[in-house]
């Protein structure tokens, strides 16, 4: 694999991996029982953003070396992915 072909993985993952981190321990408003008018009572308090970026991309970094060593050593080939072996 390339460096712009591990990039684009990378970069995929990285989206799906974050939007699975990103609704886990949320606390909104309803939670709270927190009324603000003209907010929606699932706004999240504090949503931790910095934190979920950097769970995100430590998850996706070792999601990415598992498939690369998947790759290198030969235990799952594109050939036998396509059925062409």
């Known amino acids: 694999m390339n460096y712009f072909t591990l990039f684009g993985i990378f970069f995929i993952l ?10 886990l321990n949320v606390t909104t408003h309803m939670d709270k029982d ?15 953003l910095l934190y979920k970026i950097i ?9 990415l070396l598992i498939l690369i060593a998947i790759f290198y050593f030969n235990i ?10």
């Open 76 to 85: 799952l080939t594109i050939d036998g992915i396509l059925g062409i072996s």
């Open 34 to 48: 927190i009324d603000i008018e003209g907010t929606h009572g699932s706004v999240p308090i504090n949503p931790n």
């Open 55 to 63: 769970v995100t991309t430590f998850v996706t970094f070792i999601i």
């Open 14 to 23: 990285w989206w799906i991996v974050f939007f699975i981190v990103l609704p």
